[in-house]
C-alpha cells in the first residue's frame, strides 16, 4: 500500500519558472492538504480540498493555485516561483467527510524546492 | 482563534531517561490535540491524539500524552527514551468541524545520547 505520493522529491527552480507538484492517495481519503514546512515555523496550511471538486485557502495561499484533479490526486501549481517559495512541500490526506481537520491526517514524504 | 507553542526547539536526553516534550494550546472551543513525529527525511506519522474521550493518550512506540485543561498544556511523555527516537515531534490542534484548521507548533528535536 503506497499511501501518499509526490513527484518530484527535489527540484530547483530560477525565478519567475512554474512548475506544479503532484500528490496521489490510494487510501479513498476524501480530504487532500497542502503544506509548507518552513526551519522553526511547523507546517503551514496552504490549500486544501475536502472533496472532489472543491478547493478552499488555507494559511499561505499567495503564490499557489491548486486542482483536485480526482479523488486520488491533487497538485500544487506555482505559477512565478520566487526565493521566498523555497521550502519542504507536504501533501496529505485524511478520511475526513467534511473537510474536519480533527481526522488523523496521512503525509506524503515531501518535495524540497529551492528557488534561486 | 488557536495556537500552540512548543517549549523548546531542541531537546537531548540520554537513552533509558524520561522523554518530556511540552505543548501549550489556546482554542476557542473544545480542542482536538495531536502529537506528530517526522524522522530525517520523511512526512510526519500521526502518534497519537486527544479527542475528550480520556485524558491521558496512549500512542505509538510508548509515547503517550496527558491533557490537562487547566494548564492548557499537552505535553507528551515516554520512560524510557531509545535511539530510535531521534527525531522532531509537533503538537497541533484543531477543531470539530473545517472552520478549524489544524495548527502546529515550530516543532522540537528531540536528540537521543547513547
Known amino acids: 500500500n503506497a499511501g501518499v505520493t509526490q513527484t518530484p522529491k527535489f527540484q530547483v527552480l530560477k525565478t519567475g519558472q512554474s512548475m506544479t507538484l503532484q500528490c496521489a492517495q490510494d487510501m479513498n481519503h476524501n480530504s487532500m492538504y497542502w503544506y509548507r514546512q518552513d526551519p522553526g515555523m511547523g507546517l503551514r496550511l496552504i490549500y486544501y480540498?475536502?472533496?472532489?471538486?472543491?478547493?478552499d485557502k488555507g494559511e499561505v495561499p499567495n503564490g499557489y493555485n491548486v486542482s483536485r484533479l480526482n479523488k486520488r490526486e491533487f497538485s500544487l501549481r506555482l505559477e512565478s516561483a520566487a526565493p521566498s517559495q523555497t521550502s519542504v512541500y507536504f501533501c496529505?490526506?485524511?478520511?475526513?467527510?467534511?473537510?474536519?481537520?480533527?481526522?488523523?491526517?496521512?503525509f506524503g514524504p515531501g518535495t524540497r524546492l529551492t528557488v534561486t | 482563534a488557536q495556537s500552540v507553542t512548543q517549549l523548546g526547539s531542541h531537546v537531548s536526553v540520554s537513552e533509558g531517561a524520561l522523554v518530556l516534550l511540552r505543548c501549550n494550546y489556546s482554542?476557542?472551543?473544545?480542542?482536538?490535540l495531536f502529537w506528530y513525529v517526522q524522522y530525517p527525511n520523511q512526512g510526519l506519522q500521526l502518534l497519537l491524539k486527544y479527542t475528550s474521550a480520556a485524558t491521558l493518550v496512549k500512542g505509538i512506540n510508548g509515547f503517550e500524552a496527558e491533557f490537562k485543561k487547566s494548564e492548557t498544556s499537552f505535553h507528551l511523555t515516554k520512560p524510557s527514551a531509545h535511539m530510535s527516537d531521534a527525531a522532531e515531534y509537533f503538537c497541533?490542534?484543531?477543531?470539530?468541524?473545517?472552520?478549524?484548521?489544524?495548527?502546529f507548533g515550530s516543532g522540537t528535536r528531540l536528540l537521543v545520547r547513547p
Open positions: 480540498s475536502a472533496s472532489e471538486g472543491t478547493t
Open positions: 496529505a490526506s485524511s478520511a475526513s467527510p467534511g473537510g474536519a481537520f480533527s481526522y488523523e491526517q496521512y
Open positions: 482554542s476557542s472551543v473544545p480542542p482536538y
Open positions: 497541533a490542534v484543531s477543531g470539530r468541524d473545517s472552520s478549524y484548521k489544524l495548527i
